[in-house]
């Protein structure tokens, strides 16, 4: 009986080691499989593709809820407060050299 726990736990000890040796070429191909250009520009497309989606799905909801109207007004009112900003800073730009 002894001698079968024995042999089971040898078994156990090497599937272990079998494991984690697969693991680490796994590992170890996944980084060179990563570090190749072609795979490079494919995780660049799928993210600029993803982009592109999360872009034309928030238009669409906007369309539908009417907010599409209210981002136009929202950046009309930016680009209004930024004009009026920079004519600020050219009018006390002016100011300054007229003093000295």
Do not use: N
């Amino acid at each position: 009986m002894a001698k079968v726990k024995e042999t089971a736990a040898q078994a156990v000890g090497r599937a272990k080691v079998a494991i984690s040796r697969a693991k680490r070429k796994g590992e170890q191909l996944a980084t060179q499989l990563a570090k190749k250009q072609a795979v490079r520009q494919a995780r660049k497309k799928v993210a600029r593709v993803r982009g592109q989606a999360a872009a034309l799905a928030s238009k669409v909801t906007d369309k539908v809820t009417g907010r599409a109207r209210k981002r136009k007004r929202a950046k009309v009112a930016a680009a209004v407060v930024g004009a009026a900003a920079v004519a600020a800073a050219a009018g006390i730009s002016i100011a300054r050299k007229r003093k000295r």
